[in-house]
């Protein structure tokens, strides 16, 4: 995975640039309604997957073994189908993470024990947050294969970033292409800011900075 590569600058853009250049690019990278539980963090990191499904209380399970395979840097990624009614992470898992150097955690579900991620700073991303636990309800059915967040699909590996406003996936086969476009969108928001410092009406300054394509799909000539 390349856990040793430094992504920071991934995190130099906001998660609303880098969906403007998902954009650029016609690719569907924003995991709707996944928000973040301290505001204040953000991550960037490849996607570790880990995929849930629901089981009868009879039915032995596991929740969270597969933390111990997980590499520092990579993001664990937690597709319970957007289910609410239990969490399938909580204080134990966030205090291992946090110690071994997860870059941070996304649930299309819910969470709970939430004030010790907090007290850590670890980022915590999920659908709701609960108190009523998984074990018995949930259990591990796949790991390091493709899931889903909010509808989009994460392949182990992937880029994940996420800060105030949310998580955004980046494929793996198109990171170069999001990743110039980014530049070029915060370059025009730059630009743009420092003509309205100079006196220029904002109908001016987009159009100099040409902000009203930065989002447009780029096409193979552009």
């Known amino acids: 995975m390349g856990m040793n590569e430094d992504l920071s600058v991934w995190t130099t853009f906001g998660t609303a640039t880098i969906s403007d250049a998902l954009d650029s690019q016609g690719i569907e990278g924003c995991a709707l309604g996944l928000m973040p539980i301290d505001r204040s963090v953000a991550m960037a990191g490849r996607a570790f997957t880990v995929r849930y499904r ?20 990579a993001v664990v990624v937690l597709d319970n ?18 110690r071994k150097g997860v ?3 996304v649930i299309d579900g819910a969470c709970r ?3 010790r991620a907090v007290d850590l700073g670890y980022p915590l991303y ?8 998984g074990k018995d309800r949930v259990e591990v059915s796949d790991v390091q294969e493709p899931v889903s967040l909010s509808g989009v699909q ?14 955004v996936v980046v494929p793996q086969a198109v990171e170069a292409a999001v990743l110039d476009a980014a530049k070029r969108i915060n370059e025009a928001e730059a630009q743009i800011e420092s ?12 159009e100099r900075a040409q902000y009203h394509k930065l989002q447009s ?3 193979d000539s552009d």
């Open 54 to 73: 629901r089981i009868s209380p009879t039915d032995p399970g596991t929740v969270g073994d597969y933390l111990d395979d997980v590499p520092a840097g």
């Open 81 to 98: 189908a957007g289910d609410e009614s239990c969490t399938v992470w909580g204080d134990i898992l966030t205090q291992m993470a946090s």
């Open 103 to 105: 870059a941070g955690t």
């Open 113 to 115: 024990d939430t004030q």
């Open 126 to 133: 999920s659908r709701v947050r609960t108190m009523r636990t």
């Open 154 to 167: 994460v392949a182990p590996g992937d880029l994940i970033v996420g800060d105030c406003d949310g998580v």
């Open 195 to 206: 003509l309205l410092e100079q006196g220029h009406s904002i109908r001016e300054a987009r």
């Open 217 to 219: 799909r780029q096409s």
